[in-house]
């Protein structure tokens, strides 16, 4: 064995374990997910079941395809994923130029940002649900003392709600609103990155030859920041459209917030549908694949740039 030989057995063999953990926890429950879908299976099946046992079918897609459940979910998925992405981008680059210049408390302020993003999920929705809580919550507590509402809001419980005549989805805008409050310190902090790479003498040259902070903003630093923005709208998307556990924490799938990963979970754990969680499950991830392929080809346009 000559020496280029034994370099690429070593490059092998300190692979292999980080291969067979993503074999193991990755690649096996997809093939297995794939399975699913296509079986006539529930969870009582599991302890008798081999692969000669399994009746194979293609109702669990069809069905799923057909399900005004399916689309209901689809659509509130796609609407909860495009909300927060816009919401928490928008925020986070408002903030990141608010704060661009030093000033006094700035290392404070700053940290004090990323709580939101640091805190644990679980005390983060129970902080939230006690606050929204309709008998004892701080917010009702406030509206009907200071706002003058008549009775109290169930903010987590409430499909649609009137606002001067004009019917929103109440409890799918609140957990939009979390979402955005939890991620925004995310995008904050890549923006703030971006902007710290930007050459301050570009700037201070512009404004030298009388260029407005508008046109600064517009014309120099907005440029400069698109890239980074573009970046964070896909994976920002990607990230939201699988998100489960804050909506699950907050509601349960109630009010009008059933998203494709909690519709997922009610398949397999309330009606103990195997295969038709599988099936949800793969439709998902055939979408999810799709945004995928479209983020590896903007990375390679952005390196042929």
Not at 35 to 51: H, T
Not at 63 to 81: C, P
Request: charged share 15%; net charge positive.
């Amino acid at each position: 064995m000559n020496r280029a030989q034994r370099e690429n057995l070593n490059g092998h063999l300190l692979t292999a374990p980080t291969l067979l953990v993503i074999l193991a926890i990755v690649i096996v429950p997809f093939l297995a997910v794939i399975v699913f879908a296509f079986a006539d299976l529930r969870l009582v099946d599991i302890p008798y079941m081999n692969l000669g046992s399994i009746e194979w079918t293609l109702d669990n897609i069809t069905g799923a395809m057909e399900s005004k459940a399916f689309w209901g979910a689809l659509g509130t998925t796609i609407a909860y994923a495009t909300l927060t992405t816009l919401g928490a981008i928008v925020c986070g680059l408002v903030v990141a130029l608010a704060i661009r210049r030093p000033f006094r408390g700035r290392g404070v302020v700053r940290a004090l940002l990323l709580v939101p993003y640091v805190l644990p999920v679980i005390a983060a929705a129970t902080i939230w649900r006690t606050m929204l809580n309709p008998q004892y919550g701080l917010i009702n507590a406030f509206g009907l003392e200071f706002l003058g509402w008549d009775r109290p809001i169930g903010f987590l419980n409430t499909s649609t709600y009137e606002v001067f005549g004009v019917s929103i989805p109440l409890t799918l805008l609140t957990v939009v609103a979390f979402e955005v409050w939890k991620t925004t310190p995310l995008t904050f902090l890549f923006i703030t990155a971006r902007l710290q790479s930007i050459p301050g003498d570009i700037e201070e040259a512009a404004a030298l030859d009388g260029a407005s902070s508008r046109k600064i903003l517009t014309q120099i630093v907005g440029p400069q920041l698109r890239a980074v923005v573009l970046l964070l709208i896909l994976l920002r998307f990607i990230w939201s459209f699988q998100s489960f556990n804050d909506i699950y924490l907050l509601t349960g799938g109630a009010g009008g917030t059933q998203v494709m990963a909690v519709k997922v979970y009610t398949e397999l754990i309330t009606r103990a549908d195997i295969g038709s969680a599988a099936s949800y499950g793969l439709l998902m991830s055939v979408i999810l694949g799709v945004l995928l392929v479209f983020y590896v080809l903007l990375s390679r346009r952005k390196e042929t740039l």
